[in-house]
Nanobody
Framework: QVQLVESGGGLVQPGGSLRLSCAAS????????MGWYRQAPGKQRELVAV???????RYTDSVKGRFTISRDNAKNAVYLQMNSLKPEDTAVYYC???????????????WGQGTQVTVSS
């Protein structure tokens, strides 16, 4: 099972930028769709950006034009460039496949530890 480690979060002022990175312990080249999810306090986790093997990307409406997802299969990495950040972007951000990786032998989804993004003045 591929393990995922997210990094790059932090505290940033509104209008600022952050670049999140996701390092996979194994190859992601065989995974068609990789995505970035986020979960804000008291809310369900949501998928905000997806990139397919061919490079096709899709974004949730609230981040279109501000976030850019990319992947480097050679480095087994996925990135999320976030610009023009807003307070409502505050959340823990996770990377995972779409649909999420399943824990072998269970019905559970695997999630890494995520990285906290806080947008505040």
């Amino acid at each position: 099972q591929v393990q995922l480690v997210e990094s790059g979060g932090g505290l940033v002022q509104p209008g600022g930028s952050l670049r999140l990175s996701c390092a996979a312990s194994g190859s992601i080249s065989s995974i068609n769709a990789m995505g970035w999810y986020r979960q804000a306090p008291g809310k369900q986790r949501e998928l905000v950006a997806v990139i397919r093997s061919g490079g096709i990307t899709r974004y949730t409406d609230s981040v279109k034009g501000r976030f850019t997802i990319s992947r480097d299969n050679a480095k087994n990495a996925v990135y999320l460039q976030m610009n023009s950040l807003k307070p409502e972007d505050t959340a823990v951000y996770y990377c995972n496949s779409d649909p999420p990786i399943e824990v072998p032998g269970t019905w559970d989804e695997y999630w890494g530890q995520g990285t906290q993004v806080t947008v505040s003045s």
